[in-house]
T-cell receptor, first 115, second 113 residues
Framework: KNQVEQSPQSLIILEGKNCTLQ??????????LRWYKQDTGRGPVSLTI?????NTKSNGRYTATLDADTKQSSLHITASQLSDSASYIC??????????????FGKGTKLSVIP | EAGVVQSPRYKIIEKKQPVAFWCNPI?????LYWYRQNLGQGPELLIR????????DSQLPKDRFSAERLKGVDSTLKIQPAELGDSAVYLC???????????FGEGSRLTVL
């Protein structure tokens, strides 16, 4: 079964601190892995898309890593800001046949950054 | 450039009433998706369109849900009649290709009383 598991479910950190969010996937076959940020009451916004050949990718203070052998990805946030408070969703596509892909979404990690 | 536009943002209805949501994707995006997101969960696909053709509607509860994408541009998702369990956020997304990056709208939050 194609699954994406995220941990922790929720996290509270102080402003300025770093944090790391985890994503384990069992999607097969795998083509890329995506991280989205979803602010409360808003739609998800793409942070990064990592292909099979990439093991690290940065987008400002966000750095995603990917280990295709262990099927794990992490999202590291450096020097957190209050605006980083959101849900972070890990997404993996799997080939569903006939040239089409479907996306498997994790449940997300809810991050709260407090002053 | 405008992103994915959805309306209404919020809708409160009584059970058994009908409701419709509208989505206008990013110009030129052939693929359009409707997702449902319950509180604390990730989005779940309801239906995917390639141009005007529904290529994946296996998760759409067809007894009460319907969708259309006439002319391959904007799309409407309808629920009739609504049930209490339909309360959720309905997200529309579009992409240039099925394998491409998804761009989401702000969502339509439905509350069924």
């Amino acid at each position: 079964k194609n699954q994406v598991e995220q941990s922790p479910q929720s996290l509270i950190i102080l402003e300025g601190k770093n944090c790391t969010l985890q994503c384990n996937y069992t999607v097969s076959p795998f083509s890329n892995l995506r991280w989205y940020k979803q602010d409360t009451g808003r739609g998800p916004v793409s942070l990064t898309i990592m292909t099979f050949s990439e093991n690290t990718k940065s987008n400002g203070r966000y750095t995603a890593t990917l280990d295709a052998d262990t099927k794990q990805s992490s999202l590291h946030i450096t020097a957190s800001q209050l605006s980083d408070s959101a849900s972070y969703i890990c997404v993996a596509p799997f080939y569903s046949g006939a040239g089409s892909y479907q996306l498997t979404f994790g449940k997300g990690t809810k991050l709260s950054v407090i002053p | 450039e405008a992103g994915v536009v959805q309306s209404p943002r919020y809708k409160i209805i009584e059970k058994k009433q009908p409701v419709a949501f509208w989505c206008n994707p990013i110009s030129g995006h052939n693929t359009l998706y409707w997702y449902r997101q319950n509180l604390g969960q990730g989005p779940e696909l309801l239906i995917r369109y390639e141009n005007e053709e529904a290529v994946d509607d296996s998760q759409l509860p067809k007894d009460r849900f319907s969708a259309e994408r006439l002319k391959g541009v904007d799309s409407t998702l309808k629920i009739q009649p609504a049930e209490l369990g339909d309360s959720a956020v309905y997200l529309c997304a579009s992409s240039l290709l099925n394998t491409g990056e998804l761009f989401f709208g702000e969502g339509s939050r439905l509350t069924v009383l």
